[in-house]
């Protein structure tokens, strides 16, 4: 089939969802073409690794300006500031112009960031909502339920902005979430919780199939475990994630503060790596302490995870499903996380990883493997069977199909 597909920010391997979504899609012989916007030349110059996979990239400039233009006009308006902060008129222009072409057979749209130009697609048909007659289906794939995020921030973030941020914006966010559900033929979310937050705000009547649970996966391939003439470091710790990114500032702080300590009364040879693009200063302050490593950008993550003893992930609070977790499973490497990180999964804690509830729970848990080579072994195993298992991309990709066909099907009659 010929897919249109749209997303706010470039589709790369930070932003694995749309990226995977585009080359297993792609390789199952369907016929996409991308429209995205990309905020430097360095991540332009990252569209070539999808020109393969891609019939036609449209890609436009989007200056951090020009979103900060976008959220000021909003602030009077019952828009959410993500709903405004990726707007391009040049971008949407393009959409209007493609989805009147007739060369597509579905719409894909990505984030709350990205639904405002799912509903120019439905306006360039003539209508407001995939509820009246149109030729040209769109998919909006919500990702996580930004409203339910913003709760969980708004109480816990450390980054005091960002708190008045979320606050200022949760209301406006769960009304427009809510209308969202209906406007479009088929909602996509990475959790079953995100579905349940998603269905919580829509309209009394919404069909229950109206939101479809499409889990994130991982490249078993890329993210493999390390070869025997690697060897992981001793006592070494990695967190893993795009360090500006308010949840992951939030986690990594906490963790630090709270059960480290903890951690380094007990092993005084503990390390601590924080991996991930753009750390926040919080972040990179940390570093001052020798027994913390903060990369900054690294080209190559998995290094750092085929060298580590183990992963933790301490998630203080977050929405869908959590790569870092997976991607740690699927190198061998066995994860500590917390409750909130495998709500979403459908893991056997103490099997599969080791969910541990509070700083002193975390540190034992961590301490206890640092002391079991055995257990790290045996747990880092059956989380690669996991993955294995469960989230490979290729299977999420002919469920998409699966979504993709439904809505053409439906759309098809309702136009007869």
């Not at 919500?142 to 913003?150: A, E, G, K, P, T």
């Not at 002391?371 to 469920?399: C, F, M, T």
Request: aromatic residues 6%; neutral net charge.
């Amino acid at each position: 089939m010929k897919i249109l597909f749209v997303v706010p920010y470039v589709p790369d391997l930070i932003r694995v969802r749309p990226y995977n979504l585009i080359t297993h899609l792609a390789g199952r012989g369907n016929e996409i073409t991308l429209v995205t916007l990309y905020s430097s030349e360095d991540e332009k110059a990252e569209l070539a690794q999808l020109k393969e996979a891609c019939a036609a990239i449209h890609a436009f400039p989007l200056t951090r300006s020009r979103s900060l233009l976008n959220s000021l006009l909003a602030l009077p308006s019952a828009l959410p500031l993500q709903s405004v902060y990726c707007w391009q008129p040049a971008m949407a222009a393009e959409l209007r112009q493609l989805a009147g072409s007739c060369r597509f057979d579905v719409v894909h749209v990505e984030h709350l960031r990205g639904a405002r130009f799912g509903l120019e697609v439905l306006a360039a048909q003539g209508v407001q909502s995939a509820r009246e007659r149109h030729p040209l289906p769109v998919v909006w794939d919500s990702v996580d339920c930004i409203s339910m995020l913003f709760k969980q921030a708004a109480h816990h973030s450390k980054r005091r902005f960002f708190r008045w941020v979320t606050r200022f914006d949760l209301r406006r966010t769960s009304r427009y979430e809510g209308r969202l559900v209906n406007q479009f033929d088929k909602v996509l979310v990475t959790s079953k919780n995100d579905r349940t937050a998603l269905m919580s705000l829509a309209p009394l009547g919404t069909p229950e199939d109206q939101v479809v649970v499409l889990p994130n996966g991982v490249d078993v391939d890329y993210f493999a475990p390390p070869q025997q003439t690697t060897a992981r470091e001793d006592a070494t710790l990695v967190i893993s994630g795009k360090m500006s990114y308010h949840a992951n500032v939030t986690m990594s702080l906490k963790f630090v503060e709270e059960t480290m300590p903890i951690i380094w009364q007990r092993k005084k040879d503990a390390r601590l790596v924080l991996v991930g693009k753009d750390p926040a200063p919080e972040l990179r302050g940390l570093a001052k302490n020798p027994a913390i490593e903060v990369t900054g950008t690294v080209e190559d993550i998995r290094p750092y995870l085929h060298r580590a003893t183990l992963a933790v992930a301490p998630i203080t609070y977050g929405a869908g499903i959590q790569n870092k977790v997976l991607e740690a499973m699927a190198c061998g490497l066995p994860v500590v996380t917390s409750p909130q990180a495998v709500s979403a999964l459908a893991v056997t804690p103490g099997q599969d990883l080791i969910v541990a509830n509070g700083p002193e729970d975390f540190a034992n848990a961590v301490v206890a493997l640092l002391d079991d080579p055995a257990l790290r072994s045996r747990i880092g195993q059956a989380g690669r069977r996991y993955v294995e298992k469960q989230h490979l991309w290729a299977n999420i990709a002919a469920r998409l199909e699966e979504v993709y066909d439904e809505v053409i099907q439906g759309s098809r009659l309702t136009n007869e």
